[in-house]
């Protein structure tokens, strides 16, 4: 992608509240998903390595708290474990926006008192994509411990390519804005899922794809925990999984809205919800 003709976040943000208008949802509450790309047809932003600050020696990125070997699982509670239960799911993509299979996904975190297991295995655990290049994780909230906002660490590693080292925030943490380290292009896509709450990230490795095909729009991961279409009484042309380009018209509830942005629809991005993807006519 060509870096001078590509706005940053900030610059974005400046832009929408100098001008007095709604900053874009995306921006706001997660970085969009990569598979939003899919609609514009740009090349997706390498997902960014994110150093914890607890390292003696800069190239040990993984802090202090890391352990090899853990077991793998896809899992990380059982029904015992106390904590706010999360659902991380998303895709790992290449340079291309393809999605890549059987990429490894380490992931740890502190429990929801804010401690790490240097120990056992709790709270620990790795995993492969599948065919599709897709993941889901069933964990917790993590706690706060000092100096740090909430965060996930993870350890992502394609076939044969370099392992990124990084870790994944959560949106609207007041400690986001003194965490020194805290990255807002690393902020999963978060919402309220009762009992728990679902986050979404996509991975983007640096990873050369060749092939033009890319995925559809019906690409998405869906936790297993949700089955509400989020289509309101009476009828909708507007529908979770489907990728919307701007000035696209559609229905909600009755009422036509256009859409501003391209994105991909997810449960709750309905219309009236994110007057920064949709404006009512």
Known sequence: MDEENK?????V???ALAAGVAAPVALIGGPALARTTVA?????????????????????TEGPYFKPNSPQRTSLV???????RLTV????????????ARVLLDFWQADVNGAYDN???????????????AFSLSTIVPGLYPGRTRHIHVKVQAPGRPVLTTQLYFPNEPRNNTDSIFDPRLLMTVRDAPP?????????????????????????TT?????????????????????????TRVTYSGRGYVCLQAHTAQPGWEPPSTPALWRAE
């Not at 059982?78 to 706010?84: A, C, E, F, V, Y």
């Not at 120990?119 to 290049?133: A, K, S």
């Open 196 to 220: 728990g709450r679902q986050a979404a990230f996509d991975f983007v490795l640096n990873v050369p794809q060749t092939s033009t095909t890319r995925p559809t729009s019906t690409t998405q």
């Open 119 to 133: 120990v056992g295995y709790t709270f620990r655990g790795h995993q492969f994509t599948n065919d599709q290049g």
């Open 89 to 100: 799911s998303g895709y790992v993509f290449g340079l291309g926006c393809l999605p890549i």
């Open 223 to 247: 936790p297993t925990t949700s089955t509400s279409t989020s289509n309101p009484p009476g009828g909708t042309t507007w529908a979770a999984g489907t990728g919307y380009s701007a000035g």
């Open 40 to 60: 514009s047809g740009q090349a997706p932003e390498l997902t960014p390595a994110c150093d914890d600050g607890d390292d003696p020696t800069p190239p040990q």
């Open 7 to 11: 706005l940053s976040r900030k610059t």
């Open 78 to 84: 059982t029904p015992n474990t106390q904590g706010t």
């Open 13 to 15: 943000l400046k832009a």
